[in-house]
């Protein structure tokens, strides 16, 4: 009988730490992952009187807090980024408690050249950062 009355404390604990550990396995994960893993989506849209005319993406990318992204653009895309964009490749830097940042190259006339990037959890819903995020954005 002492080892009946022994087992319930012991089971009790057991299941204690059961509890304890399963939550730390459930919360410390998601919070990793928002903090130091993200997907970073970025598109390019070529816009003509600032409506969307044509579209580049967007792609995936995980990410820390600084990422490179090379979206695949047709030749004369590729090279009005080039010659638009401040730089090639261009940073484009979601600002901490942010979910996504535009960056506008200035183009020719009517055109222009908008960056969007989007940070999101790995479910793939909106999510902010405790720092900046940089995306080093290529097109090719």
């Not at 130091?36 to 792609?59: M, R, S």
């Not at 695949?72 to 010659?83: E, G, M, Q, V």
Request: glycine fraction near 8%; aromatic fraction near 8%.
């Amino acid at each position: 009988m002492t080892i009946g009355r022994i087992n319930k404390p012991i089971c009790a604990i057991i299941t204690s730490l059961v509890l304890i550990l399963g939550t730390f396995a459930i919360v410390l994960p998601y919070q990793e992952a928002e903090a130091d893993h993200v997907k970073v989506f970025v598109a390019i849209t070529l816009t003509k009187n600032d409506a969307g005319h044509i579209f580049y993406g967007p792609i995936q990318v995980f990410c820390g807090v600084v990422c490179e992204a090379d979206l695949n653009l047709n030749n004369r895309d590729d090279k009005r980024f080039s010659r638009w964009c401040p730089s090639d490749p261009q940073n484009v830097v979601v600002t901490a408690g942010n979910t996504l940042q535009n960056f506008k190259c200035n183009g020719k006339g009517p055109w222009d050249i908008v960056i969007t990037v989007t940070l999101r959890d790995t479910g793939g819903a909106l999510i902010t950062h405790p720092t900046s995020v940089t995306a080093i954005v290529t097109a090719s």
